[in-house]
């Protein structure tokens, strides 16, 4: 049984390596980054539909369930938009401590869907992030651009994972991805149509280590992940599997330092900032859960 439990926990951190690993990708790319994610959602929801056939799951939903999942996919396709652009814009250390910021703007969304109360210690903490934020874009004028397609990014992650998070109650996780795959893969195929960019021969045309990569991409850092994920999720609480995925952006900004260690040294102030945000977020998903338990044990 402990075995088990360490095979688990291993695989979380797995994960959690590959989230900051799609990072490094992301600058490993060079294809633009409306592109890169149609290339994502495409490959990553054919191979959720291999996986569906293989293991015979009925993926059979309601057109307000259809609708609904479309628009998560879509946002989860802006969400990947603006993570990337963000890399383009600045580099994976700004990318990564912007987007850690979705505790944050949690905060303050959860309790519109959740319909609740604004929670005093989500507002201070919510300041304390701000404080980073503030540190790091004063030290990275330069990088303003990545900043806030940074924070764009985090934005919608936060909210594809609350409204994901009302989905989850009622249908299978790698049913609603398949959909908001395919819902995002149509969405950006419309939005490319009406643009000037067209599906002409050089949409299709990249260099075999862009090939290589986004596939690595679409199946190990996405339609992998997403169904590993929910597997480990049923044998370690969602307080630990949050609370390690907040290890994402240290994970990333420090094989960033190893891997692009030209483009990705920050100032002093940067790092101060970033390591702001992070113990803030990390305090958060604590302070969350013993206010839970607490809870339980008095009800």
Same mark, same amino acid.
């Given at each position: ?5 360490l ?5 979380l ?25 149609? =290339? ?8 959720m539909f ?56 949690? @905060? ?8 609740r109360?604004?929670?005093a ?8 992030v ?5 540190? /790091?874009?004063? @030290?990275?004028? #330069?990088y303003?651009? #990545?900043?806030?397609l #940074? ?10 994972a609350?409204i ?12 609603i991805?398949? =959909? ?8 950006l195929? /419309? ?32 339609? =992998?992940?997403?169904?590993v994920?929910?597997?480990?999720m ?17 994970? #990333? ?10 483009t990705?040294?920050? @100032? ?10 992070l113990?803030?977020v990390?305090?958060?998903a ?14």
């Amino acid at each position: 049984m402990p075995n088990a439990k360490l095979k688990h926990y291993l695989q979380l951190h797995l994960l959690v390596f590959i989230a900051g690993f799609t990072a490094i990708l992301g600058e490993l790319i060079t294809i633009g980054s409306l592109e890169l994610v149609w =290339y994502r959602m495409a490959i990553a929801g054919v191979l959720m539909f291999i996986y569906i056939k293989i293991i015979k799951l009925n993926i059979k939903i309601t057109t307000k369930a259809f609708l609904q999942f479309s628009a998560a996919g879509i946002i989860i396709a802006l969400h990947w938009i603006t993570f990337f652009e963000a890399i383009n814009q600045a580099n994976i250390s700004i990318a990564l401590a912007m987007f850690s910021s979705g505790a944050f703007f949690a @905060s303050f969304i959860e309790p519109i869907f959740f319909k609740r109360r604004l929670l005093a210690y989500e507002i201070m903490f919510g300041l304390i992030v701000i404080l980073g934020v503030f540190l /790091i874009t004063s @030290s990275e004028m #330069g990088y303003i651009n #990545g900043i806030i397609l #940074g924070l764009s990014s985090a934005l919608f992650s936060t909210l594809f994972a609350v409204i994901n998070g009302r989905f989850i109650e009622r249908y299978s996780a790698t049913v609603i991805s398949f =959909y908001e795959f395919i819902s995002g893969v149509v969405f950006l195929t /419309i939005f490319i149509l009406a643009t000037e960019k067209k599906f002409n021969a050089e949409f299709f045309t990249m260099s075999n280590s862009d090939w290589v990569y986004i596939f690595v991409l679409a199946s190990v850092c996405t339609a =992998y992940a997403f169904i590993v994920a929910v597997k480990v999720m049923r044998y370690i609480s969602p307080f630990t599997v949050i609370l390690s995925y907040n290890l994402e952006p240290i994970y #990333g900004i420090a094989l960033a330092l190893v891997l692009f260690p030209e483009t990705e040294k920050m @100032s002093s102030q940067f790092y101060i900032g970033a390591i702001l945000i992070l113990l803030t977020v990390l305090f958060d998903a604590i302070f969350k859960n013993y206010k839970r338990r607490k809870t339980k044990q008095s009800a």
